[in-house]
């Protein structure tokens, strides 16, 4: 199966963003915490989720999906906190397992995570935390065996905002005695939203949207199940707005939250997009092309570097030269010899990438090496002359709900086949 797609011009319409993949994967992770019945909706139909679905089908937490984007999760209370190696290689998030599961059943066994190839991506703050917290962890090439007798509140301070490290502490502090603070804690929407479900389902925690989060532990009978609806996808949002910027048009991105991505909009404004806020959703016109700037990326709330090979797909075809660097992940420039094939005009000095726009880009077939990066060269595709055909579909099916329908339906010229 390849997405192939040809060069578009003036796309038009209304595209409703999906639920977030890096929310709803955490939300699932949390219903090990307490027994009842789940029910998530606005969940996006995406490869990663049948994925998690499976991992805590292994462990005990059933799951039904109703329709395409309500998901029910039946946790019955007989839980093996054992997750296995074939599913956790692939998908990162399967560490979020983690916190729940020391939480909850004291101990935790799992398979090293997979996830995206874009260099060493260690758990050393996970364990940090949780050591802290009272947990002792046994690691090797295997994977993590994790226990925690009398999990216990502690200062946790993050030399890093990991987003993955944040969210199992968080999650452990729910059931932990007494008092958790983290500081330096990730602030990524996907976290608040997490912190709502938590909060729903009985847990104690201030400091919710900030770098300080104080959880003060509960017994797990004031724990109980709920319903919730995921937030929506901040990076699929800036999906389809990358697209209008480089195949021009007026799109209505129904469901993005602005206040979920200011940056990211006032550097989409400085490229001469149009973006105004309208009635549940952003209103993305773009009728010229593109200037370019420079921009890093950085934990929230700066540029996330999900948005980046869209940001660099957009250079590629912007006036002027510029900068992207990479600050989070030093091995995700990988694409831009996929973008490179297409006629961009790249060059990688450390971690940033020098980017010359050119006139126009040249269809040509391209691999999808991950999940933002696959997104970012069928978006480069519409300003291609000619036909760009991209094989490795799959990545982008772990982490976008039906791109290629939602892009068609605004009159791109893209399919699968
Ligand atoms: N890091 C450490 N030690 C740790 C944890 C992280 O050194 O214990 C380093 C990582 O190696 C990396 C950086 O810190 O260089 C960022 O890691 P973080 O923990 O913040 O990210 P994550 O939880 O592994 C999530 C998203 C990623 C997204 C990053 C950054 C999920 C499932 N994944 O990963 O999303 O890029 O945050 O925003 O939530 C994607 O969706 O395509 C994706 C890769």
Not at 50 to 74: F, I, K, N, P, Q
Not at 135 to 152: E, K, N, P, W
Not at 180 to 209: H, Q
């Amino acid at each position: 199966m390849h997405i192939v797609v040809a060069r578009s011009e003036n796309l038009r319409g209304i595209v409703t963003v999906p639920g977030a993949k890096n929310s709803v994967l955490k939300l699932m992770a949390a219903t090990l915490l307490a027994p009842g019945r789940y029910r998530l909706t606005n969940v996006p139909d995406i490869a990663d989720v049948d994925t998690m679905c499976e991992l805590l089908s292994a462990m005990g937490v059933s799951s039904t999906r109703v329709g395409t984007h309500e998901l029910v999760l039946e946790h019955s209370g007989d839980i093996v906190p054992v997750a296995p190696f074939e599913l956790v290689d692939r998908i990162r998030a399967s560490i979020n397992v983690l916190g729940p599961l020391l939480a909850r059943f004291g101990r935790a066994n799992i398979a090293m995570p997979g996830g995206d190839d874009f260099g060493s991506r260690p758990i050393d703050l996970h364990v940090m935390g949780l050591e802290k917290m009272g947990a002792t962890f046994d690691l090797d090439r295997d994977g993590v065996r994790a226990t925690a007798s009398d999990l216990h509140g502690a200062h946790v301070e993050l030399p890093f905002p990991s987003v993955g490290a944040t969210e199992n502490i968080l999650m452990a502090a729910v059931l932990a005695r007494g008092v958790t603070t983290i500081d330096n804690a990730a602030r990524e929407p996907e976290i608040g939203d997490l912190c709502s479900m938590l909060v729903d389902m009985g847990a104690k925690i201030s400091g919710i949207g900030s770098d300080q989060l104080e959880i003060t532990g509960i017994s797990p009978d004031e724990l109980r199940a709920v319903d919730h609806a995921v937030v929506s996808d901040r990076v699929q949002a800036a999906t389809y707005i990358a697209a209008v910027a480089v195949a021009r048009g007026d799109v209505v991105v129904a469901g993005a939250r602005a206040e979920h991505m200011e940056m990211l909009v006032t550097r989409f404004s400085e490229m001469g997009v149009d973006i105004t806020p309208v009635e549940g959703g952003l209103r993305v016109v773009s009728t010229r092309r593109l200037t370019s700037i420079d921009f890093s990326t950085l934990p929230y709330p700066g540029i996330a570097t999900d948005y980046k090979p869209l940001l660099v797909g957009m250079l590629a075809v912007a006036e002027g030269v510029g900068v992207a660097t990479e600050n989070l992940y030093p091995g995700r420039f990988r694409y831009v010899d996929e973008l490179v094939k297409l006629g961009a005009n790249v060059r990688i000095e450390g971690h940033h990438a020098i980017v010359r726009g050119v006139d126009t880009l040249v269809g040509a077939p391209v691999s999808a090496p991950d999940i933002r990066a696959g997104a970012a060269l069928v978006v480069a595709g519409l300003a291609a002359e000619g036909e760009t055909v991209i094989s490795n579909v799959h990545h982008i099916d772990r982490g976008y709900d039906d791109l290629v329908g939602r892009l068609a339906a605004l009159g791109a010229d893209v399919s699968r086949r």
